[in-house]
């Protein structure tokens, strides 16, 4: 594992051939520290593998920009409400894929859905700009403790990661909320994380 202060002038472009070359790179978020890869089955199967996580879980895309959210989801009506209200920021659209995108599977955990967050961060927002959505989970093995500080990724994964880009602590500490907004079924708070249920439901009466 090659370790890098997120902060020097050359740790993104090292991030960003990581990710074009199929390597692991953990990086910090406004929540917790993610581990990404390019959204390929290859790269997929690295993270699932890495984490030791099921693959029926899904992994998430980390996303730029509204416009790079719909380029490859639907969204419904409350999904733009929600990501109007707090995206940049610690919340997680489970939202339909577009039909016409190609994406593995393995993204929605078998599911015809995707989750999407964009960032309130620089680094996986200036990854996602170069190189498009990053499929990214939390950086540590399933069933641990999140990992809120670059010492604790490398304790949990290890020599698993090929670059840990190194921010410090997580601002955050506390996962993205996550919430299901599919055509025609109600809208379900799947995780109540940074954003509480309640803050997440009073916004779409508002």
Known sequence: MRVVDARSADALEL???TLSDGGLVAIPTETVYGLAVLPTQAGLERLIAAKQRSADKGI???VDSLEQA???AE???DAARLAMRFWPGPLTLVVPRRPD???PALLGGGRPTLGLRLPDHAVPRSLARVLGPLAASSANLSGQPDATSADLVAASLGEAVDVLLDDGPAR???PSSVVACLAGEPVR???AGAISEERLLESLRE
């Open 15 to 17: 991030a960003a051939r």
């Open 60 to 62: 998430q895309l980390l």
């Open 70 to 72: 719909r380029a490859v």
């Open 75 to 77: 969204l419904t009506n």
């Open 101 to 103: 995108v190609q994406l």
């Open 172 to 174: 955050g500490g506390v």
């Open 189 to 191: 708070v799947l995780r």
